[in-house]
């Protein structure tokens, strides 16, 4: 998280297949410069990785890890 709130989320995926998965947020890739919208599908390449800023303010739950969820 930023000292703004914004979520930065950061997706290694460390297998050699391609893994396909859902945004649960409005969210831009800072290593392509592609949106993704919620219910979107991201690819992430075998040994690839992904930098996410999410389009949403993050808030910190009380045990100090971000709570990710639309608020």
């Known amino acids: 998280m930023t000292p703004d709130g914004t979520g930065l989320l950061?997706?290694?995926?460390h297998a050699t297949t391609t893994?396909?998965?859902t945004a649960h947020?409005?969210?831009t890739d800072l290593l392509t410069g592609e949106r993704?919208?919620?219910?979107d599908s991201l690819t992430v390449g075998?040994?690839?990785?992904?930098?996410l800023r999410l389009h949403q303010t993050v808030r910190p739950r009380?045990?100090?890890t971000p709570d990710l969820r639309r608020k």
């Not at 993704?36 to 219910?39: A, S, T």
């Not at 075998?46 to 930098?51: G, I, Q, R, S």
């Open 10 to 13: 950061f997706l290694l995926h």
């Open 25 to 27: 947020a409005a969210a």
């Open 62 to 64: 009380a045990s100090g």
């Open 36 to 39: 993704v919208d919620e219910g």
């Open 19 to 21: 893994a396909r998965l």
């Open 46 to 51: 075998p040994l690839d990785v992904a930098v």
